[in-house]
């Protein structure tokens, strides 16, 4: 298993975020892939799939205001992370980086992007959240737990409609070296 490709997992610091991440990191393994997961430190505080020895503490800040300090704090720290990600993406060579919302998964994705990196994000909700739909046009591909959540997104919704396929199936590679489903994605070519 050392040789397996690795996959990277980026998730917000709570439950919300790191169920999904957890859940798809077992589906993953079972798969013959390794993985660990990027994430802030409050993800230290939840026990199961990961533990300190597959965590990774990215520096984040969510949007806490609309003042000029506030704001300036969010982007100075949000670049410091993906900086720090950026070095944690070079050192792992991850196969590809999978974000499951919350600000902790920008900084990854963001470095997973400046280095050529293949990124995903997935959103659980009928309506993606903030730091999902600012990384929506700088990934891969979209995964959605739900129908029609690309629709809803008014930045999406109208503007990249045509660049968007259909649903389809993420391949990745399973115990046999052969391609296998894992779930149903909206996919967009970068770019488009």
Request: proline share 7%; aromatic share 4%; glycine share 10%.
């Amino acid at each position: 298993m050392e040789n397996a490709p690795l996959i990277l997992l980026a998730a917000g610091g709570t439950g919300g975020h790191l169920f999904p991440a957890e859940a798809l990191g077992v589906e993953l393994i079972k798969r013959g892939l390794r993985v660990r997961l990027a994430t802030d430190a409050r993800a230290l505080r939840y026990s199961g799939l990961f533990t300190r020895d597959n965590i990774d503490v990215v520096p984040s800040e969510t949007v806490r205001g609309r003042s000029l300090v506030a704001l300036a704090r969010t982007v100075y720290t949000l670049g410091y992370g993906t900086l720090v990600a950026a070095r944690l993406v070079r050192r792992l060579k991850p196969a590809a980086v999978v974000g499951f919302g919350g600000y902790p998964t920008v900084p990854p994705l963001m470095a997973a992007r400046l280095l050529g990196v293949p990124g995903i994000i997935h959103d659980a909700n009928a309506v993606l959240g903030r730091a999902n739909r600012f990384l929506s046009r700088r990934v891969n591909a979209i995964a959605t737990s739900l129908p029609g959540v690309l629709d809803r997104d008014p930045d999406l919704a109208g503007k990249t409609r045509s660049s968007l396929l259909p649903p389809c199936r993420l391949r990745l590679p399973n115990r046999t070296g052969r391609c296998a489903c894992s779930w149903s994605a909206a996919a967009r070519a970068r770019g488009s």
